[in-house]
């Protein structure tokens, strides 16, 4: 009598290609791929190109169109963040046939819901723990927080509620915080110089924040190559910014806490403290936050606003290209202005 315990092997559920076909629009897009079935419903909204790209294959099978250079390059993880929307595969022997090559790696990397984890971040489990008790290389965690997964709503950093809600940010809490801070800074201008001179500084204030946005996106954040091979490193490196890159899509970490914006509010006001009178210092600190609000702003609306015009259709794809084909480049979120400068230009 054996004493192992047999293992079921789930069969997958058969489509034909007329029910896919029946789901051909925004609230139920399925779509074919090497043979099988994903329902990409929810990443309609997130997809970088816009929902209605999706919709226009909507029910029918893009295994031709994915592998198509000339219609768009697809990452390696667009192809993984497909493997939670599985459905199943289509009741097509010969495609099923075709399809089995292809599906075998991505088959023997994917969990129960879908996640790759290759040794990785579980995101359903306290994360930070998980970074700082690692043993990951610097290459292997580098490779792999910056191949993007989706979760729904937000991934735990900390196992102890009351540090976990401190670390969700909503987006409105950045207007709410800091406009009154700006307000106050521009009417202690207003004591000191003309209304013009004040719009002026503002405007060159902001004009700096551009400059500080891609400074920092770069070199302080994206600061991988130069990056210790210690966990402690790493895990540094994860909360101030590999965990956008991993959940790009978490909309309560979009933002930058209150908490760190102060911290980074104080050094810039003790940099221009240094360099220019100290009257000037109110004036391009406001201007200086009011580029900041409006970037974060921005940021967010990227990853979950519906762009009603072509500039923001242009940055909404150029910044989701940098999460989701490049992080390497294209480190302007709400301008290419310094990616042109510095040849930092993601084409």
């Not at 629009?25 to 970088?48: E, Q």
């Not at 090559?101 to 290759?118: Q, V």
């Not at 902001?206 to 091979?229: A, G, N, S």
């Not at 936050?289 to 940021?299: C, F, T």
Request: aromatic share 14%.
């Amino acid at each position: 009598m054996s004493t192992g315990a047999a293992v079921a092997v789930a069969t997958p559920r058969l489509y034909t290609r007329a029910e896919v076909e029946s789901h051909s629009n925004a609230s139920s897009c399925w779509i074919i791929l090497s043979g099988k079935v994903y329902d990409i419903t929810p990443f309609l909204f997130d997809h970088p190109g816009g929902e209605e790209i999706l919709i226009q294959f909507g029910g029918q099978d893009v295994t031709e169109v994915m592998r198509d250079e000339a219609e768009h390059v697809h990452s390696e993880s667009a192809y993984e963040m497909l493997a939670q929307y599985y459905l199943g595969d289509v009741a097509d022997a010969v495609v099923a046939l075709a399809a089995e090559a292809d599906a075998a790696a991505a088959d023997a990397d994917a969990d129960a819901d879908g996640i790759r984890r290759r040794d990785f971040i579980d995101p359903t489990k306290p994360m930070l723990a998980q970074v700082w008790y690692s043993s990951w290389s610097k290459a292997h965690y580098l490779e792999q927080v910056h191949i993007p997964r989706h979760v729904h709503g937000s991934a735990p950093i900390f196992s102890y509620p009351q540090l976990e809600f401190l670390s969700l940010t909503p987006w409105y809490v950045v207007p709410v915080f800091w406009l009154p801070v700006i307000a106050m800074n521009i009417l202690w201008s207003l004591e000191s110089f003309a209304p013009w001179a004040v719009a002026t500084m503002l405007a060159l204030g902001i004009v700096h924040w551009t400059f500080l946005e891609y400074f920092l996106h770069r070199f302080v954040f994206h600061v991988d190559h130069y990056l210790p091979d210690k966990t402690w490193a790493l895990t540094l490196h994860f909360l101030l910014h590999g965990i956008h890159h991993f959940l790009p899509m978490d909309g309560m970490r979009l933002v930058m806490p209150p908490a760190l914006g102060t911290a980074l509010t104080l050094a810039v006001y003790r940099t221009y403290m240094l360099v220019v009178p100290p009257a000037f210092g109110p004036p391009l600190l406001a201007g200086s936050l009011l580029g900041y609000v409006g970037y974060d702003m921005i940021h967010y609306y990227l990853h979950h606003g519906r762009p009603m015009t072509q500039h923001i259709r242009t940055m909404k794809t150029y910044h989701l290209d940098h999460h989701y084909k490049n992080a390497d480049l294209g480190f302007g979120i709400t301008s290419k202005l310094w990616d042109v400068v510095f040849r930092t230009l993601l084409l």
